[in-house]
């Protein structure tokens, strides 16, 4: 049973960083690109970040690149966000994701809040 749990979500001032981990299990992690979505009230889910399977090359959103990293753990089958700079328009749940077999794959999120 594939599973994706979240964590490292918090609220946290203007200008400050956060680190999210995903952990993953049922399936071989390794094999797989990872993503990290976020979704914040009344918009809709967007793609935050994507790594792939080997976790040499990521890309990003416009609105996060330069502040925020993504990363992988292949020996622990943990993807992890790094995201510095917060700033108010970062609040959001945000949520791991892969995508195999035909199916997609989500965690149950955790929430950012940027706020003074």
């Known amino acids: 049973q594939v599973q994706l749990v979240e964590s490292g979500g918090a609220l946290v001032q203007p200008g400050g960083s956060l680190r999210l981990s995903c952990a993953a299990s049922g399936f071989t992690f390794s094999r797989y690109a990872m993503n990290w979505y976020r979704q914040a009230p009344g918009k809709e889910r967007e793609l935050v970040a994507r790594?792939?399977?080997?976790?040499?090359?990521?890309n990003y959103a416009t609105s996060v690149r330069g502040r925020f990293t993504i990363s992988r753990d292949n020996a622990k089958n943990t993807v992890y966000l790094q995201m510095n700079s917060l700033k108010p328009d970062d609040t959001a749940v945000y949520y791991c994701?892969?995508?195999?077999?035909?199916?997609?794959?989500w965690g149950q999120g955790t929430q950012v809040t940027v706020s003074s």
């Open positions: 790594i792939i399977s080997a976790g040499s090359f990521a």
């Open positions: 994701n892969t995508n195999f077999s035909g199916a997609s794959y």
